[in-house]
């Protein structure tokens, strides 16, 4: 599910329809990163969406990943601490771990790392 556009009335369909669990792509709690990678959403936007699943019987799960185009350490220690916010809201499962990113040929994200790190001598 996406943090954006999310409303009371979606969740309470998704209550009704008795879904249990409610995964998230957040990616990163890093503005700087978020509008980097198009995610079209902001910290606020995530905080919104928790809060609506507040005092919800359904679970949630939020994914991570941790190398994507302009991270930095501070941007990792961004996402860290907006994590924690979150799970203060409402506890959910972290899956697997906080993911590395994988870089695949044909996307965008591989074309900024051959321009931008000089990794196309290994690809």
């Not at 009335?9 to 198009?38: I, N, Y």
């Not at 507040?54 to 996402?79: C, D, K, M, Q, S």
């Not at 924690?84 to 771990?97: A, C, E, S, T």
Request: with cysteine; glycine share 6%; proline share 3%.
């Amino acid at each position: 599910m996406r943090f954006k556009p999310i409303s009371k009335e979606l969740v309470d369909a998704l209550e009704c329809a008795g879904f249990g669990l409610v995964p998230f792509g957040l990616e990163s709690g890093s503005e700087k990163v978020l509008d980097l990678a198009r995610k079209h959403i902001t910290q606020e936007d995530a905080v919104n969406a928790i809060e609506l699943f507040r005092h919800r019987n359904i679970r949630l799960a939020v994914f991570l990943i941790v190398g994507l185009y302009g991270e930095t350490r501070e941007t990792i220690l961004e996402t860290a601490r907006f994590f924690q916010r979150l799970q203060k809201i409402k506890y959910f499962l972290h899956p697997d771990g906080v993911a590395i990113l994988n870089v695949y040929p044909g996307t965008e994200i591989y074309e900024q790392s051959k321009q931008n790190y000089a990794f196309s001598a290994w690809f």
